[in-house]
């Protein structure tokens, strides 16, 4: 199994609808080889250009659903507990709310306790 495919199955178990994205978006990388009808190719190197940063950013998401489906937390604390930084965390968890997956559980003081839906 190779480390995509790792950080794959990991996704897929916290987020099964992003990580199946992930795989259509993979599984095309040979089409965009070949060319488009105008002839375009992806190289590996602009492959990866766009696949790294979206696997990276999926894991990333994946790393939180994993923390708060233990318990709840807050911005900071997610961003303390995974190495990321708050800015980053805040927008990971903003998409989560959107895509129904993560919600405000209560507040602890001036910062709201998120928690994975169940």
């Known amino acids: 199994m190779t480390d995509t495919e790792r950080r794959l199955d ?3 178990k916290y987020d099964p609808e992003g ?3 992930l795989k259509r978006l993979l ?13 375009e190719k992806f190289t590996d190197r602009q492959f990866s250009l766009v696949f790294d940063p979206l696997l990276a950013m999926s894991l990333d998401k994946a790393r939180i659903l994993e ?4 318990k709840e937390d807050t911005i900071g604390g997610l961003s303390g507990k995974l190495g990321l930084r708050e800015d980053i965390v805040f927008n990971h968890v ?8 993560v ?5 602890e003081g ?3 306790l998120f928690r994975k839906k169940l």
């Open 10 to 12: 990991f996704i897929r």
């Open 110 to 112: 001036r910062d709201a």
């Open 94 to 101: 903003k998409e989560l709310i959107k895509r129904n997956l």
């Open 103 to 107: 919600e405000i559980a209560s507040h």
């Open 27 to 39: 599984d095309r990388k040979d089409a965009l080889k070949a060319g488009n009808v105008y002839g």
């Open 67 to 70: 923390a708060l489906a233990d």
């Open 19 to 21: 990580a199946d994205k």
